[in-house]
């Protein structure tokens, strides 16, 4: 099949690849790209694993074709450490609050609490698990995810008052 | 010593040892996407494979046509049944005694099964290359219900088993039949039932059910031909046993044999199983020369691995007109689909289902199992439990309260009555098993009371009063559950797979500067092995858990254990660990009794040191001790600071809680709101509260999603009806409740620590729980048993049919 030719920034860095047009975004960032934080859960947008952030909005690249995202400017986990590479806000407080266990639906709950923060900066938990529904988790029972997200909401909302 | 000398308190935090919420050391890489799952490993030339799977559930394969998959540029190789058969690799032997296609093998038994596989240069050409298999089939009638499996014209399922009426678990009394398990005593209990002033009498079904972990399984081999050694990454929660098999069966030698585990997303019993897409990677990086991945889809895996429960539990309980119970009677009819691929120990082929008398002081009980060939999935596996045992749970709890209508009797106060009592542990059930410790009557009166729950009932008469004078269309249902598990197998005497022996293991070695490294026999799919044995360590050995990296899950570097499921890690491969770290702290005791110029009895330990006795200023502490291992000619005593243990545990352990939910029910809409869920647990030493309190909301969830939702379900033609996340419902962050937990803490007499194990707790009691409170939300309208799982339209079905909608 004829390969098309994408450009898109990920995680700041501006990236290209020749990929058939029916490639899916996860298999190019997986497999061409070595980005293997987000993960494939399910194939059909039902999961969240592969969540990421695709100009500004939250999106499942399992069902998105490459040609989709030509010239996209995507953020996976791996974009969300700070410039020193210690764990991000978000990351940290999942850590701390014990927001998870296997780790596979990780990636993509907090490349989606990244984006829903900005949505929403100052959401109610009932928001916060409206806001996480897209994102299945198996083992934390959401419990400790919803006070994690809620945590970094406070700390992230302290930082930018320091910063005013 | 001074103010500023670090009291034994301080220096205890310091290590952060058991009974800390340490934090997780698996985090730091989780959270920034730098986990290493199965599907993350890349390998030069590495080729992917897929299978051809069959729309049928019942049919002879007529013919494979290959040629136009062939042809397809990219395509490989495509491997049937006729490729495997010179290797005896067609059928593969499972967990449970008997044998499994690994590619259908002139028949298939349920839909999806695994016709053909695909090996391609990539995973598109390999999706692209199974359209083009042409495989030509003759229909068969198809048995999805294991009742009329068992008809005598039923059609026989099993054509390579046909009048061989001899099963690996004894006589087979039907082609479609697998096997009879009985424990008890049968006639000692019919003769209670036929005297009993009250005998109720429920069939209690368990629908079919699948762990569904959000990682699918997967394998990566990789055969070098030039050394002949094969390496298999896998998500195995058994690497060990895998390897074993995967030796038996291809012929390798276990030498030549590497198998790895790598970060594991979820298990919950899925993939404790050998699945046909294992053995199918493994031949094919052999023909090939080159490595092969497989990893299912969420469809393959919803259709074809490891199914769990499909239990109908005919029961039967006696009891004196005061509540007593006085007998107990089961029946269950276990539907294990095409192939037996349960993974229980040899000697349990309905696993632990005799843990069925629950928490309750019954003299007398009997149980059975027949075990059913059907054409669906085969499995049977232990989703989030060990063997059966949440059957069990559901079971009794289910007759419990069905006891309770029965004798018009308030649930918990029957529950009161009939437990166990703290001074009859060690207690040994009528079906056999030795109860090792517990304390029930406290932990129930603990959740009563931080329920209210005579507040509750209160309240729930007052709705019922309403909702009959038309101010409400809501009911309230409070949900009682009171379990025992029974976990850790097992004792190597009566526990094996395949004949090994279920001890586990942990090998120590400390380093010269005092940190140290350990393996185990085991393999964290999420429950944080890598934190909460370092912390056991720290205990044991004195030495920081930050300083102690935890290994698992490469057989070439770990001892031999059977793997985690069943919430054996702690049970078994924790114990192991204290243990070897018992041997530690002996040799460091002799020499930091030659440091310190004193007799070995005359030093004693302190938290992370060995003092001399009255005399506690003199003291080496481990890191010191640690360094003399290494540099010092220590007369009688080897340099060096290393320990192993095989620990066969000489019991099971069984955990317990007591659980109590609160719903609303909408009756014109089926819909359910839990108001409130409250969890004790009582698993023994608590190694990590954190953790255990993830665990249970972890576990507690998937106990939602069963009780309330979750399905596996087939037509009469055996067509899967919920294969994908569309229909198969796992609950999201929106639908689940927030969940209250608590403790009482009754140690295991027989385990080095205590512990017990919780991973499993909140699914075996949280399904009842749930199902008790709808069950309890229709008591006042006659409702006495009605089959989970309570999704809205069966909630809305049981309204109406109890006349509800006017």
Known sequence: MAKMHVKMTVNGKAVEALAEPRTLLIHLLREDLNITGPHIGCETSHCGACTIDMDGKSVKSCTVFVGQADGADITTVEGLVNDDGSLGVIQEQFREHHGLQCGFCTPGMITRAHRLLQENPTPTESEVRMGMSGNLCRCTGYQNIVKAIMASADTLNAQKEAAE | MNDLTPTAEERAANLKGMGSSRKRVEDVRFTQGKGNYVDDIKLPDMLFGDFVRTPYAHAKVISVNKDAALALPGVIAVLTAEDLAPLGLHWMPTLAGDKQMVLADGKVLFQGQEVAFVVAEDRYIAADAVELVEVEYEELPVVVDPFKALEP????????????????????????????????????????????????????????????PLETCGSVASMDAVTGKLTLWGTFQAPHA????????????????????????????????????????????????????????????????????????????????????????????????????????????????????????????????????????????????????????????RMIEVLSIKLNMDAAELRRINFIKADQFPYNSALGWEYDSGDYHTA?????????????????????????????????????????????????????????????????????????????????????????????????????????????????????????????????????????????????????????????????????????????????????????????????????????????????????????????????????????????????????????????????????????????????????????????????????????????TTPSPHHPIGAKGVGESPNVGGVPCFSNAVHDAFRGFGLTQTHMPHDHWRVWKTANDLGLHG
């Open chain 2, 444 to 744: 129930w009166d603990k959740a009563l009371a931080a329920v209210d729950y005579p507040g509750l009932r209160t309240e729930q008469a007052q709705r019922l009063e309403d909702f009959k004078a038309g101010k409400t269309r809501k009911l309230m249902g409070i949900g009682l559950t009171h379990f025992t598990e029974i976990v850790g197998a097992g004792p190597v005497k009566n526990c094996d797979i395949l004949g090994l022996g279920m001890f586990d293991s942990c090998e120590i070695r400390i380093h010269p500067t005092g940190s140290a490294i350990a393996r185990l026999g085991t393999i964290s799919q999420g429950q944080g092995h890598a934190t909460t044995f370092a912390q056991i360590l720290a205990s044991e050995i004195g030495l920081p858990a930050d300083d102690i990296t935890i290994e698992e899950g490469d057989t070439d570097t770990a001892p031999y254990g059977l793997g985690t499921y069943g919430s054996r890690s702690t049970p078994v491969a924790g114990a192991a660990t204290a243990m070897a770290g018992r041997k530690i702290r002996a040799k460091a005791q002799m020499i930091a009794a030659y440091l310190l110029e004193v007799h070995d009895d005359d030093v004693e330990f302190d938290v992370d040191r060995f003092a001399v006795k009255g005399a506690p200023e003199r003291f080496k502490t481990m890191k010191d001790i640690a360094f003399a291992a290494y540099n010092q000619a220590i007369p009688g005593l080897e340099p060096g600071l290393e320990a192993v243990s095989y620990y066969d545990p000489p019991n099971m352990t069984y955990p317990f809680g007591a659980y109590v939910c609160v719903i609303d029910v909408d009756v014109d809409t089926g819909e359910v709101d839990i108001r409130r869920f409250y969890a004790l647990d009582d698993c023994g030493t608590r190694i990590n509260p954190m953790i255990i309190e993830g665990q249970v909301h972890g576990g507690l969830t998937e106990a939602l999603a069963i009780a309330m939702g979750q399905e596996i379900s087939y037509d009469d033609m055996g067509n899967h009806k919920t294969a994908t996340l569309m229909d198969f419902f796992m609950p999201t962050a929106w639908e689940t409740p927030h969940y209250e937990t608590d403790h009482t």
């Open chain 2, 242 to 397: 895998v390897r074993t098999v995967a030796s038996l069966i291809s012929g390798i030698a276990e030498h030549n044999i590497r198998v790895i585990s790598p970060d594991i997303g979820g298990g919950f019993g899925n993939k404790v199983g050998v699945y046909p897409g294992y053995v199918c990677s493994i031949v094919a990086s052999i023909v090939t020369g080159k490595p092969v991945k497989w990893v299912e889809d969420r469809m393959d895996n919803l259709m074809s691995t490891a199914f769990a429960r499909d239990y109908w539990m005919q029961g039967k309980i006696a009891a004196t007109k005061e509540g007593r119970i006085t007998g107990l009677w089961c029946h269950t009819t276990a539907d294990h689909g095409g192939f037996d691929a349960c993974a229980d120990p040899t000697k349990f082929p309905a696993g632990f289902m005799n843990i069925c008398t629950g928490s309750y002081d019954i003299p007398v009980a009997y149980l059975a199992v027949d075990g059913v060939y059907t054409n669906k999935a085969p499995g049977g596996v232990a989703y989030r439990c060990s063997f059966r045992v949440t059957e069990a749970a559901y079971f009794i709890e």
């Open chain 2, 153 to 212: 014209d039923a059609p026989v399922l099993r054509e390579d088993l046909r009048d061989n009426m001899e099963g690996a678990h004894g006589p087979r009394k039907h082609n479609n039949h697998i096997f009879t398990w009985e424990q008890g005593d049968k006639d000692a209990t019919e003769a209670v039932l036929a005297e009993a002033d009250v005998v109720a009498e429920e069939m209690v079904y368990y629908h079919r059910c699948h762990p569904c």
